[in-house]
């Protein structure tokens, strides 16, 4: 009973820290503060970049914490502490007289708006003339010039050919172990916050499928086949897959900064002070780990010990294995820095844990399900609402819409918080792809005449979603119709598609672009992303993209993945459909709108396809009839009669006689009449 009630207190205690996160948006600086602070960080860096006892002629500032983590703790938000620009993606890049960014198509603008334009330089890296990082570094700086980096923010993967590229320019790629943004913070009496600590909580079998002991057991297999020693666990939503942990230390991120190494005997979680607390240590007993743990501070400290006592055991070679994706300062710790009787081995390639997590097992599919049902209900009740005030003529802004939104969420079972920072873009808002409303200063109220795109999604104990609807709160012009019809043409080419088993993500990309590209239009983002397991919304390997993903194993039954194409009018509006979809195998009696005329299976290879996980209309009112086929047609109703099918019954049940009328009235069928 006590384990139960601690365990239960731990899980409404996350929860209320998820809501409050979703509250909490950074208090923003206006622009021009902005601008006058820029130039005395570069010049703080500066100043540090020439003291130090190799003088940097350029320092690099990446978007990263030590564990390779998209989305960061204000701890580690350097970049934008340096800059200015709030985007998850892009990399600093200071010298003596210059002061670059790249980043890609989904910041252009958000750069172009929130950065001191006279100070800093906007490196487009979707465009093919803009060089890389390191061509550009070899083509301005001077043969014998020294480039720093902190070496906890760069990965093995990227360090190595960026080193190689400097090396071919006689230059040299120094690891710099006390990162200068830190300092310099320090120096202008504006020090980073502390990194966050919170509590952590256990999710019970019945949402994750497989206990932690499974899932030890199933790596350590993987490790005897390659006769390691040791792994070594980095990316943090990684460590809480494999223990079956949540956390909060990353708003939106159900994880917690740790590092897990598993060697065939051991388990050594580092965390916090070390100290796991009982209840947790009970139940991962319970579930076959003999947790032991250890400070987080530790971890390369404990990575030279295991070096150094695996290089000094006599029992033949030894080998430790690594993430690619881990940085370069754990891979420097795991060698032993050279201090070693003799030569350990580094295996650095894809994490068993991030191939593993990728297939989702049958239980996380159910919940994925499920979860998508309940985020339907809370979707559908919000659009209703939102037309409700708008047409009845009262204010609504970005900022007060995000917060209903929100507390529809919050009234659906298992709800824990966002899944990311609600992008509520009205009208030219929406055209900035990652667009982030401040709640000081003027808010924009969203208007009958605009084009609204509602990008959000929410953290289930039983899955994650990531939903983007864009409706129109009036009257769409013929071009907004136009446009809107050939996004949603775009969905369905890639969500109708068949594919043979193990095919990469990005071959199927083409067909969310074919429409648009039709009319010389185009969007700067990939077209779909992986999804985590009440973990992160954005999941490696796999994805969709004009680019492959690096380490995508290609695509097979049991993946998650989002089918997000869209079009941006920058000044006007932005257009986005996305659902999540599920990969499935198909046959000739699969439920499925392309299976039935199947006639092969790829010669044995087996045939992929998509089965929908989002559940809320799209506005038929945006519709340009004319530009679609009778077979999207079908698809549409189909997809609109199943949504009011499943959502339509639990309106009812519940009382929502308001609700259940509204999405009866947009799940009617499209006809061309």
């Not at 001077?142 to 993967?157: A, F, I």
């Not at 994925?368 to 919000?382: M, S």
């Not at 136009?482 to 083409?510: E, H, M, W």
Request: hydrophobic share 35%.
């Amino acid at each position: 009973m006590v384990r139960k009630y601690i365990h239960t207190f731990c899980i409404v205690m996350i929860a209320l820290t998820y809501v409050i996160n979703g509250f909490k948006l950074e208090d923003k600086q206006s622009t021009s503060n902005k601008s006058k602070m820029s130039l005395q960080r570069l010049t703080a860096l500066r100043a540090l970049m020439a003291s130090q006892p190799t003088a940097l002629a350029a320092y690099i500032v990446p978007t990263a914490d030590a564990h390779n983590s998209e989305y960061i703790a204000p701890v580690d938000a350097r970049r934008e502490w340096l800059s200015g620009f709030t985007g998850s993606a892009g990399i600093a890049i200071v010298t003596s007289a210059k002061a670059l960014v790249w980043t890609d198509g989904r910041y252009y603008t958000q750069f172009q708006n929130e950065v001191d334009l006279s100070v800093w330089t906007l490196m487009k890296q979707s465009l093919p003339d803009t060089p890389s990082m390191d061509k550009w570094l070899t083509s301005n700086l001077v043969s014998g010039s020294v480039v720093g980096v902190d070496p906890h923010t760069m990965t093995r993967e990227e360090w190595t050919p960026l080193q190689t590229a400097l090396t071919k320019a006689k230059m040299q790629l120094l690891a710099v172990d006390k990162n200068l943004i830190d300092v310099a913070r320090f120096q202008l009496n504006d020090p980073p916050p502390e990194r966050p600590s919170k509590d952590i909580m256990h999710l019970p079998i019945e949402y994750t499928g497989k206990t932690a002991g499974q899932k030890i057991k199933e790596l350590r297999d993987k490790m005897a086949e390659k006769n390691v020693s040791a792994l070594v666990i980095t990316a943090l939503d990684e460590v809480a897959y494999t223990l079956n942990l949540r956390g909060s230390d990353i708003n939106y991120n159900p994880v917690f900064f740790s590092y897990l190494v598993i060697t065939p005997s051991s388990v050594v979680l580092f965390w916090r002070d070390g100290k796991i607390p009982r209840d947790i240590r009970e139940i991962l007993s319970e579930e076959g780990v003999d947790l032991e743990g250890r400070p987080y501070d530790e971890i390369t400290r404990a990575l030279k010990e295991l070096a150094r006592e695996l290089s000094e055991n006599g029992d033949g070679e030894h080998s430790i294995w690594l993430s690619s994706e881990a940085s370069e300062a754990i891979h420097r710790a795991a060698s032993g820095e050279g201090d070693l009787k003799k030569p350990l081995n580094l295996i650095s390639e894809m994490s068993p844990v991030a191939l593993a997590k990728l297939v989702k097992n049958p239980v996380e599919l159910e919940g994925f399900r499920q979860c998508h049902i309940r985020d339907g209900i809370a979707v559908v009740r919000f659009f209703k609402w939102l037309h409700d005030q708008i047409d009845g003529g009262t204010t609504v802004t970005e900022v007060q819409a995000a917060d209903k939104l929100l507390e529809f969420r919050t009234e659906e079972k298992y709800f824990m918080g966002p899944s990311f920072e609600t992008i509520p873009g009205a009208g030219e808002n929406g055209a900035i792809i990652h667009y982030s409303p401040s709640r000081d200063g003027p808010q924009r109220e969203i208007r009958a005449s605009d084009m609204f795109l509602l990008d959000s999604g929410g953290q289930y104990m039983d899955g994650t979603t990531d939903i983007t609807r864009t409706r129109h709160m009036g009257a769409p012009t013929l071009a907004q119709k136009d446009a809107f019809t050939r996004v949603l043409k775009g969905q369905i080419g890639v969500g109708s598609a068949l594919f043979p088993k193990g095919v990469k993500g990005n071959v199927l990309d083409t067909l969310a672009r074919k429409s648009l590209w039709d009319s010389g239009l185009d969007y700067a983002h990939g077209t779909g992303h992986g999804v985590g397991h009440f973990l992160n919304v954005h999941e490696g390997p796999a994805g969709v993209s004009w680019r492959p993903y690096p380490h995508d194993p290609g695509l097979a039954p049991g993946q998650i993945l989002s089918n997000e194409p869209g079009y941006y009018k920058v000044g006007e509006y932005g257009i986005r459909h996305e659902d999540l979809v599920e990969i499935i195998s198909v046959t000739n009696s699969s439920d499925h709108p392309r299976a039935s005329k199947l006639l092969g299976d790829f010669d044995g290879r087996g045939v992929l396809g998509f089965s929908t996980l989002t559940l809320v209309p799209n506005q038929r009112k945006c519709l340009k009839l004319d530009l679609l086929d009778d077979v999207e047609i079908e698809y549409i109703n189909a997809y609109h009669s199943r949504v009011f099918k499943v959502l339509g019954e639990i309106l009812k049940s519940r009382g929502l006689e308001g609700d259940y009328k509204w999405l009866e009235n947009e799940c009617e069928p499209v006809t061309r009449s």
